[in-house]
Every structure is written in structure tokens, then in C-alpha cells.
């Protein structure tokens, strides 16, 4: 299961939010595996902005792009655990070219949709999460989200409870 810290999804929907133009934007969540491979889960540490080709209707980061995206990961002993993006209108299904431009294709990785471009700041509950099978991508089941990836707190306050 990879955990978000609320922190990290609110830097995820700021970034989409604040962007401008409607266009859709991706995003890279980086952090600490739970056990060998990201498909093990693990626990975000860091929202990676790549430079990207950016348009109405899809994103692409170039391979030279991509390295320097995860430049830091041998550096800080992070992983890539998950990617986001966004697309226009309520739709969070994966296109062919989402299939084709996951950040990585192993049995196991994680791929969210926003919709509306990810400006409504939605929450995970709004957003399509897809796990790559053995041969192709499928879109996770409601009930089953939270056995794959979850947004955490940040903080608990008992203090005032």
C-alpha cells in the first residue's frame, strides 16, 4: 500500500489547481519502498514537478525529462511510487496513451486520474486509480482503493480531543 501524507496530495491538487489553462499535468510521487520495488507500496516523501509537455488533451515528459525527473531518487534512496495526472471533464479512465506513458509498465505500479483538469482540487475518492496487471492496466474497484494506496494525516492533533 503506498501512503500519501495529506501534505503531499494537497501539494498534488495546489500544483494541478494553480496551474494555469486547461490543460492536463502529471506529477510524480516519490518515497521510501516498503520492501524491494514500489509494487511493495511505501510511504511519500516527495511530489516530483517534471517539465512536460502540457495540452488540452494529454501530457508527455521526453525521455531527457524523465532522467532528469528521477535524478534524485539514487541520491535520496527513494523510488518512484506513483504517478498523477489529470484530464479534462469528469472522465478517469486510462487512454491507450496513458497505458503507453506510465512512468513504468511492472506489474503492480500505480497510475491516478483527476478530473476536470485536477482544478476542482479533488480527492483521491474523486479520482480513477489504475494498477497495472500482468498485460494491461484496469481501473481499481471503489472498495478496493484503500488496499493500494491511501492519503494519510500529516498531523493528529489529541491535544483539544
Do not use: N
Not at 534512496?77 to 495526472?85: I, S
Not at 483527476?114 to 480513477?128: N, Q, S
Not at 500482468?134 to 494525516?153: F, G, I, T
Amino acid at each position: 500500500m503506498i501512503a500519501i501524507p495529506a501534505w503531499a496530495w494537497k501539494a498534488v491538487v495546489d500544483t494541478f489547481a494553480g496551474t494555469a489553462g486547461m490543460v492536463e499535468r502529471v506529477v510524480f510521487l516519490d518515497g521510501v519502498a516498503a520492501g524491494d520495488s514500489a509494487v511493495d507500496g511505501g510511504v511519500v516523501t516527495t511530489v516530483t514537478l517534471p517539465q512536460a509537455d502540457e495540452s488540452e488533451g494529454h501530457w508527455h515528459v521526453s525521455a531527457h525529462e524523465m532522467s532528469r525527473a528521477g535524478g534524485h531518487l539514487r541520491l535520496y534512496g527513494l523510488t518512484r511510487l506513483a504517478q498523477v495526472h489529470s484530464h479534462p471533464g469528469p472522465w478517469t479512465g486510462h487512454s491507450s496513451e496513458d497505458d503507453e506513458l506510465a512512468f513504468s509498465q511492472a506489474p503492480g505500479t500505480i497510475s491516478i486520474v483527476l478530473p476536470a483538469h485536477g482544478l476542482t482540487c479533488p480527492g483521491l475518492g474523486d479520482a480513477g486509480v489504475h494498477r497495472r496487471e500482468d498485460r494491461s492496466w484496469r481501473r481499481l474497484e471503489h472498495d478496493e482503493v484503500a488496499r493500494y494506496v491511501k492519503v494519510v494525516p500529516s498531523v493528529l492533533d489529541l491535544r483539544y480531543q
